[in-house]
Antibody, heavy 115, light 109 residues
Framework: QVQLVESGGGGVQPGRSLRLSCAASGFTFSSYGMHWVRQAPGKGLEWVAVIWYDGSNKDYADSVKGRFTISRDNSKNTLFLQMNSLRAEDTAVYYC?????????WGQGTLVTVS | QTVVTQEPSLTVSPGGTVTLTCASSTGAVTSGYSPNWFQQKPGQAPRALIYRTSDKHSWTPARFSGSLLGGKAALTLSGVQPEDEAEYYCLLYYGGAYVFGPGTKVTVL
């Protein structure tokens, strides 16, 4: 079955960096675009970034452009989000989601706290 | 700054029907915006319900349906069940960027 497991979250000071991972299993990872979506405590969902199946194209929300980088390693079935220059407003649960069009499967999320 | 709007909250009786809408600040929502709908319950990850306006995932209950209505994307719940009480989010595609609506809290009472 499709499984997405995020990791790498934790507490970090403003201005520092953090790298999130999303380990995928149960499907052909290299055939699917992938997203990062975040949710601040008690708030709604916010789309963060997308990467095509082969890594050839990436797009970002304006709120993270220039600070966050999405990448993937298809040989290790893993999606990444490198987060630099973190701000308090980046505090959120970060989810990875499969498929650039349908967002069909989601992980359980990893919490990032910037303070 | 593109803004997507949804009703903040709606209340429906068990067995009833409720329609949630999703509007774009850029104008009428069309199939080109590839509307998606998600359900989220407290403490859980979002669950995908509808994609490309009206397509259902294999796990989407038949009582959920998506459409375009009056220039907006719409999610209709027919024969509402108590377990449908949740937050519902729409998502629109803007050519490389995606924007979620703020969510609609559906209460079954």
């Amino acid at each position: 079955q499709v499984q997405l497991v995020e990791s790498g979250g934790g507490g970090v000071q403003p201005g520092r960096s953090l790298r999130l991972s999303c380990a995928a299993s149960g499907f052909t990872f290299s055939s699917y675009g992938m997203h990062w979506v975040r949710q601040a405590p008690g708030k709604g969902l916010e789309w963060v970034a997308v990467i095509w199946y082969d890594g050839s194209n990436k797009d970002y929300a304006d709120s993270v452009k220039g600070r966050f980088t999405i990448s993937r390693d298809n040989s290790k079935n893993t999606l990444f989000l490198q987060m630099n220059s973190l701000r308090a407003e980046d505090t959120a649960v970060y989810y990875c989601a499969r498929d650039d069009q349908t967002f069909d499967y989601w992980g359980q999320g990893t919490l990032v706290t910037v303070s | 700054q593109t803004v997507v709007t949804q009703e903040p909250s709606l209340t429906v009786s068990p067995g009833g029907t409720v329609t949630l809408t999703c509007a774009s600040s850029t104008g009428a929502v069309t199939s080109g915006y590839s509307p998606n709908w998600f359900q989220q319950k407290p403490g859980q990850a979002p669950r995908a319900l509808i994609y490309r306006t009206s397509d259902k995932h294999s796990w989407t209950p038949a009582r959920f349906s998506g459409s375009l209505l009056g220039g907006k994307a719409a999610l209709t719940l027919s024969g509402v069940q108590p377990e449908d009480e949740a937050e519902y989010y729409c998502l629109l595609y803007y050519g490389g960027a995606y924007v979620f609506g703020p969510g609609t809290k559906v209460t079954v009472l």
